[in-house]
């Protein structure tokens, strides 16, 4: 199956299909303030040739899409690492402020898709319009695939694991690195996710009866509820790499 690459500049026409896609592939909670007030702005003028769709050759379906965005990288990153590099980006691009990095978002593929290294065209398709654009380095707040599975174990160690081989027991992380990428180091408020009671409760199908902490399906770290605040905050870690450009 022959996949092409586009930039979302040069085919505007795909990008509702690509989004769609996407959201169909990420728990349904899994959305932040920073999601909802930015990510849009990745499709307009200045950021769309940083957005990448895959579509099949021969059916014209949209198969992946990949998401970056060029940022100010200072002599740290944050521990609200997603959050802050969307915001930063896209508030640089519309300010026509400086960059010099490109940070990636994400990296999604059909299920028919995995295994096939589309996901990884996808990460290396982001490196060509960063160097365009000047940019000196690339970095990623990674979301660990299966992280979620893991609920009990500490992040930091998690991320750690290593197969017999000595490569990263998650298969994202192990990705990452056999396109040359290493660890900076967690983030760990890298997404904020709000919502009421009834919110939480219709986006996991789980009741809350008590205030405290709670594993849900696909979630990196605990949901804490506050019934007296009508409440409910999970806090996502990713892990910082870096990536060679």
Not at 156 to 184: K, M, N, S
Not at 201 to 217: C, D, E, H, N, V
């Amino acid at each position: 199956m022959a996949i092409s690459l586009f930039s979302a500049k040069d085919r505007p026409d795909l990008v509702d299909t690509a989004e769609a896609m996407g959201s169909s592939l990420w728990p349904e909670w899994l959305t932040t303030a920073a999601l909802r007030s930015y990510w849009s702005s990745l499709y307009g003028p200045d950021l769309a040739a940083f957005q990448t769709i895959a579509v099949d050759d021969t059916s014209g379906e949209v198969v992946g899409l990949a998401n970056s965005v060029p940022f100010l990288r200072g002599e740290a990153l944050p521990d609200t690492g997603w959050d802050w590099v969307l915001e930063q980006g896209v508030l640089a691009a519309s300010a026509g402020s400086a960059t010099n990095a490109l940070s990636a978002l994400s990296a999604a593929v059909l299920p028919s898709q995995r295994g096939t290294g589309l996901a990884q065209r996808l990460l290396q398709a982001m490196k060509p319009p960063a160097r365009a654009a000047g940019l000196t380095s690339m970095v990623a707040p990674v979301r660990p695939t299966l992280k979620a599975l893991y609920p009990l174990q500490d992040f930091a160690t998690y991320c750690a694991w290593r197969r017999d081989d000595g490569t990263a027991f998650d298969p994202w992380l192990r990705t990452h690195e056999a396109l040359g990428a290493h660890v900076i180091g967690p983030a760990m408020a890298s997404q904020t996710i709000t919502g009421t009671l009834a919110q939480w409760q219709r986006w996991t199908g789980l009741k809350f009866p008590a205030s405290g902490r709670y594993a849900i399906p696909d979630a990196l770290a605990p949901l804490d509820i506050d019934l007296a605040a009508d409440l409910g905050v999970c806090l996502e870690p990713n892990l910082w790499m870096e990536h060679p450009l």
